[in-house]
């Protein structure tokens, strides 16, 4: 806050704070920004600063994600180890987070009908661990989805219906 460390208090004005956020949005997220100007405003009236001030901050942007084109897609999953081509088919054909691909049980799988049924995800535990978690990462992430034969093929079984498809971790 060089522009105005040396000014009263009292004297500090929402066109001051205005510049202050145009001047930070050439640089910082808007996140940052309203992280910033709370603490100024914070301290501003703890020292007893009672002006109402008014103020515009600069909209959050979407975060930009690509998604592999089908070259690398094919690349990939050429290059990768049997044990994980199906789990990389999983995530390119099925859309599916890493932590729900880990979740996956035999039961989730209809091989006759070509579906997986997401219904759970493997989380972080505070003890920086993986534990099974009976509910996606949000409410609109229980769904059933349509994958191609050759995908479902690729799919480990198992007579046993509560067997994770997959051993590794989200983050392996």
């Known amino acids: 806050f060089d522009t105005i460390k040396d000014i009263y208090v009292q004297d500090v004005d929402s066109q001051m704070i205005q510049r202050l956020i145009n001047d930070m949005a050439i640089d910082v997220s808007a996140k940052t920004i309203r992280s910033r100007i709370g603490f100024l405003l ?20 979407p975060s930009e994600r690509t998604a592999p084109d089908t070259n690398e897609v094919y690349a990939l999953i050429n290059e990768a180890d049997d044990s994980i081509k199906p789990a990389i088919c999983l995530a390119a054909f099925g859309t599916l987070r890493r932590g729900e691909i880990c979740a996956l049980k035999q039961k989730d799988i209809s091989r ?26 949000t409410f609109g992430s229980y769904r059933t989805v349509q994958l191609p034969k050759e995908v479902i093929r690729l799919l480990p079984e198992s007579d046993d219906p509560e067997a994770f498809l997959f051993t590794c971790t989200p983050t392996a």
């Open 42 to 61: 914070s301290a501003l009236y703890y020292v007893g600063y009672d002006r109402k001030i008014k103020l515009r901050y600069p909209q959050k942007r």
């Open 112 to 137: 006759d009908m070509n579906t997986v049924t997401v219904h759970a995800d493997m989380v972080r535990t505070p003890q920086n661990t993986f534990a099974y978690k009976d509910m996606p990462k």
